[in-house]
């Protein structure tokens, strides 16, 4: 199947996985594959500030300067999220209509969809993915590419190495390379089956 390009019946298999540990800005990346995919994605309408949890860039863990300069901007960001939800809590409680609603968790949840504007694309996302595997070898070969960038592209050898664990028949075909940065690319010579 695979050296005659008959990709269509690599449609009927279909793998999900849960995706967590990778940032906001990583998942607005994942969720442009539409084709072939299903998302879930955790609301952060529902994620109180007691559960934030941020992901340092790759580029960043090296640098001493970068690094402590997301730390810094992971507190302010942690820090004004609580400043503003307590404010919008003691709004409710005085009875201003501007997050009125009837129900507490409507109440609860009115109040983090307004505090969540201040939160930063390196607030961990959480999301499940179900996809075929013909679209999972796109993603894999888009993604995973040398030129792609470089947090999407971490994820996408992780997603092969997960895959190629669960199905080596469909996977087995690629070949995870070391490229000069340190970082990894997925190649394989059956392209866009």
Request: aromatic share 10%; charged share 30%; glycine share 2%.
């Given at each position: 199947l695979k050296s005659s390009g008959h990709g269509s019946v690599f449609e009927h298999?279909?793998?999900?996985?849960?995706?967590?540990?990778?940032?906001?800005s990583?998942?607005?990346?994942?969720?442009?594959?539409?084709?072939g995919f299903g998302f879930s994605q955790l609301s952060q309408r529902f994620v109180s500030g007691r559960m934030l949890?941020?992901?340092?860039?790759?580029?960043?863990?090296?640098?001493?300067l970068f690094h402590t300069q997301f730390l810094e901007r992971i507190e302010r960001a942690a820090a004004e999220y609580a400043?503003?939800?307590?404010?919008?809590?003691?709004?409710?409680?005085?009875?201003t209509k501007i997050l009125s609603a009837e129900a507490r968790t409507d109440l609860r949840k009115k109040v983090q969809q307004c505090a969540r504007s201040v939160l930063p694309n390196e607030t961990e996302a959480p999301i499940v993915v179900t996809g075929n595997a013909?679209?999972?070898?796109?993603?894999?070969?888009?993604?995973?590419?040398?030129?792609?960038e470089i947090e999407i592209r971490?994820?996408?050898?992780?997603?092969?190495?997960?895959?190629a664990l669960m199905?080596?028949?469909?996977?087995?075909?690629?070949?995870?390379?070391?490229?000069?940065?340190g970082t990894y690319t997925v190649k394989t010579e059956f392209e866009k089956v």
């Open positions: 298999a279909n793998y999900s996985l849960l995706l967590y540990g990778i940032s906001r990583v998942t607005h990346e994942l969720v442009r594959h539409r084709a949890r941020f992901v340092e860039r790759p580029e960043y863990q090296e640098d001493e400043a503003l939800t307590n404010r919008l809590l003691e709004m409710q409680q005085s009875g013909r679209a999972w070898r796109h993603f894999i070969e888009m993604r995973a590419d040398a030129h792609a971490e994820l996408a050898v992780r997603v092969f190495l997960c895959l199905d080596p028949i469909l996977f087995n075909d690629y070949v995870v390379e070391a490229l000069p940065d």
